[in-house]
């Protein structure tokens, strides 16, 4: 009897096992999210790499790395979220940056790295 009972359960453990995982997951990337926008908002500075962490409420949510290449910038965001990290690695040109309003068309943002 106990044994039919378990195998009426199991399905439901793991479906409630698979919406937590998916619930931490998506929590983890939207922290990635909030990098990136982070990222992007801040590449005015001269620096050619940098990196930064955005803390809230005393917990990590996101370590962010951008590097400005030449005609472009990468920008690699890693969302946290208890012990999930999801990672997003971003391409954008000069000329995408500039039409996306992220940076004027005459920036001095990356003429230092097309010499």
Do not use: C
């Not at 937590?20 to 990635?32: C, F, I, P, T, W």
């Not at 990196?51 to 920008?75: C, F, H, P, R």
């Amino acid at each position: 009897m106990s044994l039919k009972i378990w195998l009426l359960l199991i399905p439901f453990l793991f479906t409630s096992f698979n919406q937590q995982m998916e619930d931490e997951l998506s929590l983890a990337y939207q922290h990635a999210k909030k990098g990136v926008y982070w990222g992007l908002a801040n590449l005015k500075g001269k620096k050619t790499k940098f990196e930064n962490k955005l803390i809230s409420q005393d917990k990590l949510i996101a370590t962010i790395k951008i590097s400005k290449e030449i005609n472009g910038a990468v920008i690699e965001s890693t969302g946290h979220n208890e012990s999930s990290e999801v990672t997003i690695v971003v391409h954008r040109s000069y000329d995408s940056l500039v039409k996306e309003g992220f940076i004027e068309k005459n920036s001095e943002l990356l003429k230092d790295n097309s010499e």
